[in-house]
C-alpha cells in the first residue's frame, strides 16, 4: 500500500543532528548566519542588476535568475532545519515531505540548467565576441531559462510520483530529511529497486546532460585561450569564466556526491546533504560581485548615490 493510501502515517519523525541541546544551538547559530548571509548576499544581487540598465545584458539575466534560484534553493529546507534545530520533537507532515521533495529537485535541477545554458553565453563571449550580440539575444536567452525550467519541473514532477508510490512500514524516522527523496527509502518495506534505477537514472540524466555541455563548451573556451598570444588578452578571457567555473565546479561537486551516496544513515552523508542544501547556494553572490569589476562600480556608483 502507498503512503498516499496508508492512514495511520500522517507525518515523520526527523533525526536531529545532536542530542546535546548545546550543540544544537550553535548549529542554529551557525545555520542562521549561513542563511541570511545567502539571502542577504542573493537579494542584493539581484536589487544591484535590477537598478543598473548597465547590468541588464544577457549574463546578467541569467545571472539575476540564478540568484533567485539560490533564494529559492535555500528557503526550501534551511528555515524547517532552524526551526527542528530549536524544537523537542522534529518532524514533517507528508504534504510537507512531498512539497520539499519537489521543492529540491526543481530548484536544484533548475539551477543545474541554468549553470549549462550561462557557459553557452561564455563561450560565445569568448569564442565568438563579433558576434555576440547576435548569438545572445534577448529572446533566445528567455527561451533557454524557461526551457529550464520547465525541464526541472518535469524532472521533479517524476521524482514526486515516485515518492508518492512507495510502499511504506509504520517506521517513520527519516535521517537525511535535505536530501529529498533518497530520505524515504528505508521506511519502504517493499522492494526499492525500480524506484533506485528510475532516480538514479534521472538524476543522471539531468546531471550529466547539464554537464557535458558545460566540460564540452569549457574545452572549447580552454583552446580559443591558448590560441590568444597576449598575456593580457588570456587574463582578461580567463577573468570573464572564472567566476562560473567556481560556481560549477562548487554545484555540480556536492550535488553528485551529495545523491551518488547511498542513504546509509552515515554522518559523512548527512555532511555532505547540508552542505548541498544550505551552504552551495551561498557562495555565489561573492564570486560573481568580488571578480566583477562591473558589479563593484555599480555597487560604488549606488554607494555615492545613496549613501547611508
Known amino acids: 500500500m502507498s503512503w498516499r493510501d496508508h492512514g495511520s502515517i500522517t507525518e515523520f519523525l526527523l533525526m536531529g543532528l545532536s542530542d546535546n541541546p548545546l550543540i544544537e544551538a550553535l548549529l542554529f547559530v551557525l545555520f542562521l548566519g549561513i542563511y541570511l548571509l545567502t539571502m542577504t548576499g542573493n537579494l542584493m544581487l539581484l536589487l544591484v542588476i535590477r537598478a543598473d540598465s548597465h547590468l541588464h545584458t544577457p549574463m546578467y539575466f541569467f545571472l539575476s535568475n540564478l540568484s533567485f534560484l539560490d533564494l529559492c534553493f535555500s528557503s526550501v529546507t534551511v528555515p524547517k532545519l532552524l526551526k527542528d534545530l530549536l524544537s523537542e520533537k522534529k518532524s514533517i507532515s507528508i504534504e510537507g515531505c512531498l512539497a520539499q521533495v519537489f521543492f529540491v529537485f526543481f530548484s536544484s535541477g533548475t539551477e543545474a540548467c541554468l549553470l549549462s545554458v550561462m557557459v553557452h553565453d561564455r563561450y560565445a563571449a ?176 549606488i554607494w555615492r548615490k545613496y549613501p547611508l
Not at 293 to 299: D, L, N, T, Y
Open 126 to 301: 569568448i569564442c565568438h565576441p563579433l558576434l555576440y550580440g547576435q548569438v545572445m539575444r534577448t529572446e533566445l536567452c528567455a527561451r533557454l531559462v524557461l526551457v529550464s525550467w520547465g525541464v526541472a519541473s518535469l524532472n521533479a514532477t517524476i521524482i514526486v510520483l515516485l515518492a508518492v508510490n512507495l510502499d511504506l512500514c509504520e517506521a517513520q524516522t527519516i535521517h537525511h530529511y535535505p536530501r529529498g527523496l533518497p530520505a524515504l527509502f528505508p521506511l519502504s518495506c517493499s522492494d526499492i529497486s525500480v524506484t533506485v534505477d528510475i532516480l538514479l537514472c534521472s538524476s543522471l540524466l539531468h546531471g550529466l546532460g547539464t554537464f557535458i555541455p558545460i566540460f564540452f563548451s569549457y574545452a572549447r573556451i580552454v583552446s580559443t585561450m591558448l590560441s590568444i598570444s597576449s598575456t593580457m588578452g588570456r587574463s582578461k578571457a580567463f577573468s570573464t569564466c572564472s567566476s562560473h567555473l567556481t560556481a560549477v565546479t562548487v554545484f555540480f561537486g556536492s550535488g553528485f556526491l551529495c545523491y551518488l551516496m547511498p542513504p546509509s544513515g552515515s554522518s559523512l552523508g548527512l555532511l555532505l546533504s547540508l552542505q548541498y542544501s544550505a551552504v552551495t547556494p551561498m557562495p555565489n553572490p561573492l564570486l560573481y560581485s568580488l571578480k566583477n569589476k562591473e558589479v563593484k562600480a555599480v555597487v560604488e556608483r
